[in-house]
């Protein structure tokens, strides 16, 4: 959880709660990516949360996961505007950051749908 040996690196852990950001601050994280459903593979938290994990994070950097299912990183149009009406609820407050790791469209490869 803390910082690389090597120059430049960072090693980030995925929390869902706000004592796993208090125990990774405590530990000397520089980062944190926050998310609900580890078991999922990690998606996006409740606002409450991230407004209690930003306001337990102190100095650690916190991006939050924005994802809108389990499974593959294939979205269709409606989970795109979800995911985009997540980002623009959660924005206003503090230092945010956000993790998307969208893939390619379903339809055709190389569209640009997914962008």
Request: proline fraction near 5%.
């Amino acid at each position: 959880m803390s910082k690389s040996d090597s120059p430049g690196t960072i090693a980030e852990i995925c929390i869902d709660s706000v004592e796993g950001v208090r125990a990774a601050r405590q530990a000397g994280a520089a980062r944190v990516e926050l998310c609900s459903a580890l078991l999922e593979g990690g998606l996006t938290p409740s606002y409450g949360m991230v407004e209690r994990a930003m306001a337990a994070a102190g100095p650690v950097g916190v991006q939050v996961m924005i994802r809108p299912r389990g499974g593959d990183f294939l979205y269709s149009d409606d989970e795109f505007a979800a995911m985009k009406a997540d980002i623009e609820a959660l924005r206003p407050a503090r230092r945010r950051r956000f993790r998307v790791r969208p893939a390619r469209c379903r339809r055709c490869r190389g569209c640009g749908a997914n962008r």
